[in-house]
C-alpha cells in the first residue's frame, strides 16, 4: 500500500492513469490508451484481469497481469481505505491486498473483455494461450472458442515473460513491416 501513498502524495494530479505491473510483463501501451480513452479518469475506475476468489465479490485482479487505477480511484482508495485504517497489508500477495482494499473504499474492478468476449490482460505468458487446446478460467462458459479467440485483438498485457520474449515482442510489434497485411 506505501507505493500507493507514495503516488497519492507526490503524483496524484501529474497523471490521469496509474498502471501496476511486474517486471515480466509486456503492455502494448496504445491499446491500453483505447480502452481508457472511453472512461473519465475523474470518476473511479479499475480495469484488469479478474481472477475468482472466495472472500471478494468481484475476484481479484492479477498484478502480473496489470492492472490500471484512474486517478479517482487511486485517491479513494487511498484516503478512504489505507489512510481511514480501513485496510491493512498483511504481507501477502499484493494483487490481493490491493482489490480488496478497493472493494472496502467502495471501488470495483470493471469488466475489460473486448465486445467478443475476449480478455485484453493476461496473467500468462502469450505461448500458453496459443498453443493450449481452451481458453484459461475467465472466459464465457462456451468453451468451444480456439485458442487464439481467448485474446483480444486489441490485447493489453501479458505476463512471465523472458526478458528475451519481451524484446521479441517489441521486435514484432514496432519493427516488422508485413506487407500485403490488411488488419
Known amino acids: 500500500m ?3 501513498s507514495y503516488l497519492y ?6 497523471f490521469d492513469w496509474f498502471l501496476k505491473a511486474d517486471d515480466d510483463t509486456y503492455v502494448v501501451i496504445e491499446n491500453l490508451r483505447l480502452l481508457l480513452s472511453r472512461h473519465s479518469s475523474s470518476q473511479a475506475h479499475v480495469f484488469g484481469y479478474h481472477i475468482d476468489h472466495e ?3 468481484q475476484g481479484y485482479l492479477s498484478g502480473g497481469a496489470g492492472y490500471v487505477l484512474s486517478r479517482e480511484a487511486l485517491r479513494v482508495m487511498v484516503e478512504e481505505g489505507v489512510r481511514s485504517d480501513r ?3 498483511d504481507g ?9 482494499c478497493l472493494e472496502t473504499a467502495g471501488v470495483q474492478p470493471e469488466d ?10 493476461h496473467p500468462h505468458a502469450l505461448l500458453s494461450y496459443l498453443t493450449s487446446k481452451e481458453c484459461f478460467s475467465q472466459q464465457p462458459e462456451d468453451k468451444s472458442f480456439r485458442a487464439d479467440d481467448c485474446c483480444s485483438r486489441d490485447l493489453i498485457s501479458f505476463h512471465h515473460l523472458k526478458a528475451e520474449d519481451l524484446y521479441l515482442i517489441e521486435f514484432l510489434l514496432y519493427h516488422v513491416n508485413v506487407h500485403g497485411r490488411s488488419p
Open 92 to 100: 501477502g500477495s499484493e494483487d490481493l491486498e490491493v482489490t480488496r
Open 87 to 89: 485496510c491493512h497489508s
Open 2 to 4: 506505501a507505493a500507493f
Open 9 to 14: 502524495d507526490h503524483h496524484l494530479h501529474e
Open 112 to 121: 475489460s473483455h473486448d465486445a467478443l468476449g475476449r480478455s485484453r490482460f
Open 55 to 57: 472472500t471478494l465479490k
